[in-house]
């Protein structure tokens, strides 16, 4: 089955600066990826996602990547803010299945003042 | 538009019994899919229903099982609890059928098994 690695597990950054997070994926056929925000006691938030027909996607801070060849794909968030403190989790499905995400192990972001 | 509404949120319960969840769809979605969320195992996924039908399944056993109604809401069922079932069980929605990729997601409910 489909195998989601994401990278790193914790990250720390200032505010202002830029946060990186990185999965690769395992399935070839997979074909959508979104990213979700989770703050503690919430459940996860859709913030953004790809179709693998799509190589780059924008909402004002936060971009996603694709590299369907490498089979990995970032989230991008620049100008940080306090409040984007949370784990990020990437994700992963395939046509016909759309509904079965695989989800990364998730990435702890904290914005430091 | 209100989000997705899950019931119970906290729920403790003993080992052997049974629970059952409810989930209510964001209005208009008619996919309702059922997540188990731990910090050993992570996000996965349990289930997927679509028209009353379950659509997709994950890799877990028959203890746990769900069903969907006419009006889309659904619930899951988890039979003789075990201590590693304690988890936040998640349910996300999406709009419909196999072109509507994004889900959104409940609160969950926390569930403890003693």
């Known amino acids: 089955g489909e195998n989601v690695e994401q990278h790193p597990s914790t990250l720390s950054v200032q505010e202002g600066d830029s946060a990186v997070i990185k999965c690769t994926y395992s399935d070839s056929a997979s074909n959508y990826f979104p990213w979700y925000k989770q703050e503690l006691g919430k459940g996860p938030q859709l913030i953004i996602d790809?179709?693998?027909?799509?190589g780059e996607k924008k909402d004002q801070r936060i971009a996603v990547t694709l590299n369907k060849t490498a089979k990995h794909f970032s989230l991008h968030i620049t100008e940080t803010q306090p409040e984007d403190s949370a784990v990020y989790f990437c994700?992963?499905?395939?046509?016909?299945?759309?509904?079965?995400?695989?989800f990364g192990t998730g990435t702890r972001l904290q914005v430091t003042l | 538009k209100a989000g997705v509404t899950q019931t119970p949120r906290y729920l403790i319960k003993t080992r052997g019994q049974q629970v059952t969840l409810s989930c209510s769809p964001i209005?208009?979605?008619?996919?309702v899919s059922w997540y188990q969320q731990t910090p050993g195992q992570g996000l996965q996924f349990l289930f997927e229903?679509?028209?009353?039908?379950?659509?997709n399944k994950g890799n877990f056993p028959g203890r746990f099982s769900g069903r969907q109604f006419s009006n889309s809401r659904s619930e899951m069922n988890v039979s003789t609890l075990e201590l590693g079932d304690s988890a936040l069980y998640l349910c996300?929605?999406?709009?419909?059928?196999?072109?509507?990729?994004?889900?959104?997601f409940g609160p969950g409910t926390r569930l403890t098994v003693t």
């Open positions: 209005s208009g979605h008619r996919s």
């Open positions: 996300a929605s999406s709009p419909s059928g196999q072109a509507s990729y994004e889900q959104y």
């Open positions: 790809i179709r693998s027909n799509v």
């Open positions: 229903y679509f028209s009353e039908t379950q659509r």
């Open positions: 994700a992963a499905s395939k046509p016909g299945t759309a509904s079965k995400l695989t």
